[in-house]
């Protein structure tokens, strides 16, 4: 296969998207509503259950099961589960909303990597990326998208088993 080939394959399944959520919503209360609830104090685990709703300022979920745990170093693992589970949250600068859901839904603070799976999409105005697994860098602000051909038991939205993604032609007015 040609290099420049090679390089246009892998950049079509990176793309960069400064999706900067809105600084203020860290330091805003987490505000959980579910049917049941559970602590584990001795395993640092919190486990909701039964209509799933979490917001932080302009941040929403929705899910049917979540999972939250804390190592001893204080870094949370938190997993979502529904079909699908949904989040939606404001960008800084007035740049919009981003919304996503996936099957499964994955935020690891120590890496800053949220990882949606089993028909993954997110949306930002009119971009959409969409695969069976959509991996969010909040670092390096990329986003990885994979079709999930080579992923046993996790589905692509499309037929072919390929990602897909629609990019927006950028506005040229004064």
Do not use: C, W
Not at 58 to 71: C, D, E, F, G, P
Not at 90 to 111: F, M, R, W
Not at 116 to 141: F, P, S
Request: proline share 3%; charged share 15%; no cysteine.
């Amino acid at each position: 296969m040609p290099k420049i080939f090679k390089a246009a394959t892998l950049s079509a399944l990176i793309i960069n998207v400064p999706a900067f959520a809105l600084q203020s919503d860290s330091s805003q209360p987490i505000q959980v509503e579910a049917d049941q609830g559970s602590l584990d104090q001795a395993n640092q685990t919190t486990t909701f259950s039964g209509n799933v709703i979490i917001k932080q300022g302009t941040l929403n979920i929705n899910a049917a099961n979540v999972t939250v745990s804390r190592n001893s170093k204080g870094e949370q693992l938190v997993k979502a589960n529904g079909l699908p589970v949904r989040f939606s949250q404001q960008l800084d600068g007035n740049k919009g909303i981003i919304n996503g859901q996936g099957n499964q839904v994955e935020y690891a603070s120590a890496t800053g990597l949220v990882k949606l799976t089993g028909n993954a999409k997110v949306r930002r105005g009119g971009d959409i990326a969409q695969g069976a697994i959509i991996t969010y860098n909040m670092r390096t602000e990329t986003y990885t998208i994979h079709s999930g051909s080579k992923q046993a038991g996790v589905k692509s939205p499309a037929k072919s088993g390929r990602v897909s993604v629609v990019i927006q032609p950028t506005s040229t007015k004064k």
